[in-house]
């Protein structure tokens, strides 16, 4: 494994529920990220976290509410969501900005699907 | 805007032998990375192997190699002695800069290894 974990591993959910995602890292990371991965298109990155502030935003509908309490965890908040939203929804970590090399490691991913 | 393209949707390859996976990618930056990531049903995201831009030597870890062409922004990866376990999706990536920037993801390739 790599050291990122998420729960739950599958949701499904209506269209009027709220509900969060979680992820958590082991590894010392201090920069965490959320991509959207949906059949036969390229993962998209939703948002980036360094240090537990966000610094990246890829224009991603306010249904969506990312929430990063420490380095360790990083939540994703759902809510009114429609069924397009269907998708797995991967966590990555990696150590924060510098000169160096940092690689990403992905959790398992959450299976979502908007009813 | 940096785009990945994989225009191999699938791909097999009897077990023992060598595939190759493409991958192109179009980038007005001079210095950038490009990654294979691979994912088995189920699994989570590893790196396979990194190229950076910069360095003309092609990178090699154990039986992955790719065939990077900076002119022609070609990134290709060639399995050799395909095995069993190699069966995943495997996804060619670009990124500006290592892991704290934005990793640019390609539709995967889904490989299949014949017994």
């Known amino acids: 494994e790599t050291g990122v974990t998420q729960t739950p591993r599958h949701l499904v959910m209506g269209m009027t529920n709220k509900k969060s995602l979680k992820c958590e890292q082991h590894l010392g990371h201090n920069a965490m990220y959320w991509y959207k991965q949906s059949a036969k298109k390229p993962l998209e990155l939703m948002f980036v976290y360094n240090f537990k502030e966000q610094t990246e935003n890829n224009s991603v509908p306010s249904r969506f509410s990312p929430e990063c309490p420490n380095s360790s965890h990083l939540f994703l908040h759902l809510h009114t969501l429609q069924p397009e939203d269907s998708a797995l929804y991967l966590c990555?970590?990696?150590?924060?900005?510098?000169?160096?090399?940092?690689?990403?490691?992905f959790g398992p991913g959450t299976r979502l699907t908007v009813l | 805007a940096q785009t990945v393209t994989q225009s191999q949707p699938e791909m097999s390859v009897q077990e023992a032998e060598t595939v190759t996976l493409s991958c192109t990618y179009d980038?007005?930056?001079?210095?950038?990375?490009l990654f294979w990531y691979k994912q088995p049903p189920s699994r989570q995201m590893i790196l396979v192997i990194r190229q950076e831009a910069y360095k003309q030597q092609n990178a090699t870890e154990n039986r992955f190699s790719v065939n990077f062409q900076k002119a022609a922004k070609s990134f290709s990866l060639k399995i050799s002695d395909s095995q069993l376990g190699d069966a995943a999706m495997y996804f060619c990536a670009y990124s500006r800069d290592f892991g704290n920037e934005k990793l640019t993801f390609g539709t995967g390739t889904r490989l299949t290894i014949i017994p």
């Open positions: 980038t007005s930056e001079s210095d950038y990375y």
């Open positions: 990555a970590s990696s150590r924060a900005a510098g000169g160096t090399y940092n690689e990403q490691f």
